[in-house]
């Protein structure tokens, strides 16, 4: 039995009362006596408490509103140890007093998690839905931003009949349709759209010096159609989106701040690897084609060292284009090919191009 | 003469609460919140409230927060459920072609749940917390507050704004002027032109000064806010006051910016507990209400369906 003065409130009034509280071991209760002289029993059972600082409280669970205060460190340690001994401490007291060190492995381990699963089962997931969503999902985005955007641009009608020809020389694996247009603009850029539109600029044709080139953009930018990229990107990045503000909501606003930058920095890499997808594939297509492969890195190196272009998107945000440049030799290295000269690329090339 | 010379008394404030243990807490909340997919964050929210009331005395006596993680659960279900009806509704519209029609109802439905989720959540957040056993508890009325809401929003509306102030003052006077702790009573006196004077001044100087000026006008906004509250009880009263400076204000929000950022976030436990060590530090009160003879006069309210929907729609109480 232990002892000790403690404050009583009964929940009719806030007066407080003086009062001895008893731990009884034996009978597992707590007793002591109210100032209209009841004795109370309060079984272990049937108690809350609360300890936080040096204070602890305990309440009945009938009645929340009366409270015992024990202020008393010997009497405190003492009544956990009985209520642990006798398995009423619950598992999520015995969390919260694992220490700072626990705390920080917990996090760590936390972190992991997170890591974990925001880089192997997004992607993944991702990946599956991409495969659940009907294809003309992807055909309405494309169209929508077709003709929200490329439509009101200087579209070359007869280089854009040329490209298409041009295209269809090609071995593109394709499984939809193709369309290609060619804009008139100083603008050095390319990029597909997921219904299977591909916008090139002229900015970026004036720059190449042979159709070895431009098979080597198309087959990169029909990569990234034939693998619905765009779907891909869109998934990943709102199922990321979700799992980041789901996991870190709770936390505060500026863990969701710091998240969403890591977001950014990983969609990153992840179009860094659809890249590189597009860049392989498209070289695999050239070859196929019996079109020299090297047509791909002459492209990117030509406008990686000319100073007066701004690389356009397509290869630039991508990391360093030296290292793609790199990988796209060793797959050429990797396999035997056969180039044959293609007179009416050449022709279509100059149309294309005049 | 009938001028009774009453006695005034000491009150304290003061918050207990260490960055230590909170983070503690946040992390195994956290930990259970990513284990169990997100379904944990009733229970997690309830034991952060108990701890930040637990941890805030009046005269070295603690506040609890009695809500359960089970109650704000259910709340949780009930709120989740009139989100996917509000937004199953609108889906359904653009699904059939009622696109406008699916877009004003959502804006209303939204506008009408406000007043809900708040006087919801006054009710549930007040009736669960208590100090020496003595509940606290809202008396506001659901279909005044709604009333009185809507009219404050077409007066906002109709005056281009200009009335927001106004808005904001007599929903703060009506929702704390509801307000008890046992027989004491909460009242708020702020008057709409003031804070229209305050806020137009304090944003306009913010402005010219870069910013700089910023710490003053939350001192002004902390001040109008703590001035203007005050606590009745059987004719006697306890009038609140703040201490804080704007040098005050630079210090703090200066140190959290700074434990924030070295911390890459994780020192927020440690953020929110100087934080309100701070502003309980920096309200006095005085006044002659004797705190040994509170009443208990509140009724239990268990519904927690008004304070998971504040969360839903990011409204914080007080």
Redesign the interface.
Known sequence: MSKTPAIY????????RKIELILDEQQAELVFVTADINTLHWSIEEISF?H??D?L?I?HVSN????I?VNDADFISTFLFFLNKNGHVGW?YK????G?KA?IS??I??LG??AGGYLVVIPWVAEKAVLIIPMSYDMNMGNTFYHEYVSENDIDSVKTAALNLFAQQLKLNNTGELHFTVVNSTTVNAFALPNGDIIVFTGLIDLMKDYEELAGLIGHEVSHVNNRHSMKMLCRNLAGYIFIS??LS???G??A??GDNVHNLQSLSYSRQFEQQADEEGTLMMIQSQINPRGMTDLFTRLQTDEKVILPTFISSHPITTDRIKTIHKLIQQKTYRNIYKPELEKLFREVKN | MENEISDVKDYKLSFHGEGKTFFGIIIVNWLLTVITLGFYYPWAKAKQLQYMYGSTALNGDRFAFHGTGKEMFVGYLKALFIFGLIYGILILSVYFDYLYAGIIFFYFAIFAVLPFAIHGSYRYRFSRTSWRGIRFGYRGERNELFVNFFKWIFFTVITLGFYSSWMEINLRKYLLGNVRGGDVAFKYDGKGVDYFVLTLGGSILTMLTLGIYSFWYYKNLFAFYVDNLSLEKDGKEVQMKSTATGGDFFKLFMLNLLILVFTLGLGYAWVATRTMDFVFSKIQMEGDIDLDTILQTEADYTDATGEDMSDFLNIDII
């Open positions: 409130f009964d929940g009719i009034s806030s007066i407080p609360e936080i600082g204070t409280e309440r929340a509103s009366s409270v205060k999520y969390l919260l007093h694992l700072m705390y917990l996090a381990v936390i998690l997170i789901a996991v709770d936390v505060n500026i863990m701040v710091i």
